[in-house]
């Protein structure tokens, strides 16, 4: 086998592995990039598959005709290189058509310049035989669009070598392995063709591309060439909210983001990447004793920046970056914005004082309440109560004035006694003692203190409880809970109606029942009492202003301390029945103090 016929196979081999690489190109051909490459290897294969034609040719008609099987690729293949480098850098992205088409004018120019060259000379001026040897069979005199052609192919050559070579100094070290395997793709077949230039009669290039395609292979199978760009690494990279810091082993800063630069505007003002960090940051002597000091362990420290008056905070994470194995190849900081969680917790603090301010003075009025209002009004139940009994003796016209004065000044001390046992059951001060007591006893007594009120509306009450029936309960407490309840049926009761207290044992409770005919309860008023509101509007009939009521909210928190649960029923012109639990002992008495903790959300028993 003579040289020309090995030659040729191994350009044929050549250009089938370039078609290999088209074909695993293919497979990411959604992507701009992939399908370059696509046509870089094919092209790239036309050029060697001619060669080698040309190097089996016997006359000048089969050399022409591999030359026009060459011209398929050799105009365009420099180009579309060029083409891939500026997609896979995002150069020119607003004008990257404008810029295609500008690009291409030069190629196919040549490539129809080729086709009709026989007509003008333009590209080959003639074909001489090759009497010095064997390769190859015929030599060309170049004409001036070949000239054009060489000089157009080096200018892009060096257009992408310069901007790989950017993009290789700021990328990460995954990326900077794909910018260098896209570079010894262009630069094996451009040293072979610097060697045709300079006297070597034997076109190496297409050989050239041989070591392109086992790059490009071993990039894609290997390296993911084609699966990320560096247009979209950086996209990435600037997108992210956090400002990243890229160092190299040596402390030299290699990259960094927007939001970097935000945090520290010195990174802007460097002429040159990578710079050493202390030549970038000499005024950050604590970030720099920070990024020096670290060993091979990962730091996290705080960082404030001042600008404008204002502070800025920032959590600073330094972390080592490795490389497959597990040497450290580099640092990452990465800078978090935690300023606007440093200002809301400054605004919750302050909210926090203003509202301890507001408790403190709450806390302040109810004391004041408690001894410059309910005594005063204490003393006037005492003498409204005195004065119409003696009117009642008296059997004066103004009796029945007085019964209605006394029984809205007895409304109204209830009125402040809620409000001021509830403000202690909100603070934890309720004293709570539990006691065996027999029900029937404690409802009786209930009964007659509201006696007289029913009377007046000639409202008839009545007790069902059985004698039997003994419960665990606070005694002041659970009077309270039946007076409210006893009142407030009486208010919504008309005249001539019926209120009857019930009881029964169910398991380890009773239930205790306080049903009413009067008006019952509207849906609205119903909804909040469902919401356990701590306030809440209720209006008496005929009433339209309405007050603000304590009576059901106490109840049911002191039914709630008692370990039991509040529950109602009603429908509206008929009547309602408000149910609660206690729980009952069978014999025998006990007495516990339990002090309420609310901010605890439990309790505290003492016995």
Not at 273 to 279: G, M
Not at 520 to 545: H, Y
Request: aromatic share 10%; proline share 3%; charged share 20%.
């Amino acid at each position: 086998m003579d040289t020309r016929q090995w030659m040729s196979i191994l350009l044929f081999l050549s250009a089938g592995l370039m078609v290999v690489v088209a074909c695993l190109s293919y497979r990411k051909r959604h992507l701009p990039v992939a399908k370059t490459m696509i046509l870089i290897m094919l092209g790239a294969a036309c050029y060697a598959s001619g060669y080698a034609i040309e190097l089996m040719s016997r006359s000048l008609s089969e050399v022409k005709l591999s030359l026009h099987i060459q011209y398929v690729g050799i105009p365009f293949v420099t180009t579309l290189w060029l083409l891939q480098i500026i997609q896979f850098t995002g150069t020119a992205t607003r004008y990257r058509k404008q810029l295609t088409l500008a690009l291409f004018i030069i190629p196919c120019s040549v490539f129809i310049v080729h086709l009709t060259n026989d007509w003008h000379h333009l590209l080959y001026e003639r074909y001489v035989p090759n009497a010095a040897g064997q390769i190859p069979l015929y030599l060309t005199v170049k004409g001036p669009w070949y000239g054009l052609h060489t000089v157009y192919n080096y200018a892009v050559l060096l257009c992408g070598i310069l901007l790989s070579v950017q993009m290789f100094l700021r990328a990460l070290p995954m990326v900077r392995k794909q910018i260098a395997i896209l570079l010894l793709g262009a630069l094996a077949p451009m040293v072979l063709n610097l060697c045709f230039w300079l006297g070597v009669t034997v076109d190496l290039t297409p050989f050239g591309f041989v070591i392109s395609g086992v790059a490009y292979m071993w990039g894609i199978l290997r390296f993911n060439l084609l699966r990320l760009t560096p247009l979209a690494l950086a996209k990435v990279f600037e997108t992210i909210r956090d400002g990243i810091v890229l160092l190299d082993y040596e402390n030299r800063v290699v990259s960094y983001n927007g939001a970097a630069e935000t945090v520290l505007p010195e990174l802007g003002t460097a002429r040159r990447y990578p710079s050493l960090v202390t030549e970038v940051l000499p005024d950050r002597a604590e970030l720099l004793a920070r990024i020096e000091a670290a060993g091979t362990n990962d730091d996290r420290f705080p960082f404030e920046r001042q600008h404008a008056g204002r502070t800025s905070y920032y959590h600073c994470s330094l972390s080592f970056i490795y490389d497959a194995g597990k040497v450290p190849i580099g640092k990452i900081l990465m800078f978090s914005d935690i300023t606007e969680m440093k200002e809301n917790e400054a605004r919750l603090r302050e909210n926090a004082r203003q509202l301890s301010e507001l408790n403190a003075f709450k806390d302040k009025l109810f004391t004041v309440m408690a001894h410059e209002i309910r005594d005063p009004i204490a003393l006037l139940v005492s003498l409204t109560e005195l004065l119409g009994d003696e009117l009642t003796a008296a059997d004066t016209e103004h009796a029945e004035l007085m019964r209605e004065l006394r029984g809205q000044v007895q409304s109204t001390f209830y009125l402040v006694d809620n409000l001021l046992d509830w403000y202690r059951s909100q603070k934890g001060r309720v004293a709570f003692r539990p006691v065996g007591w027999n029900l029937q006893q404690v409802v009786r007594q209930a009964v007659t203190l509201a006696g007289t009120k029913a009377g007046m509306k000639q409202i008839q009450l009545s007790e069902q409880v059985g004698d039997q029936l003994t419960v665990v309960a606070d005694k002041e407490m659970l009077d309270l809970i039946l007076r409210n309840l006893l009142s407030n049926a009486i208010k919504y009761t008309d005249i001539g109606g019926e209120i009857r207290i019930s009881a029964v044992l169910e398991g380890d409770s009773v239930i205790v029942h306080v049903s009413d005919n009067g008006s019952g309860i509207d849906e609205q008023t119903a909804e909040m009492l469902r919401m356990e509101e701590p306030f809440f509007k209720v209006k008496a009939n005929g009433d339209d202003t309405g007050d603000t009521r304590f009576g059901l909210v106490l109840t049911r928190e002191f039914v709630r301390i008692q370990g039991g649960s509040l529950w109602f029923d009603s429908m509206p012109g008929k009547g309602t029945t408000f149910s609660f639990t206690l729980p009952c002992t069978a014999s025998g008495q006990r007495e516990i103090e339990y002090i309420e903790n609310e901010a605890a959300a439990a309790g505290k028993i003492e016995s």
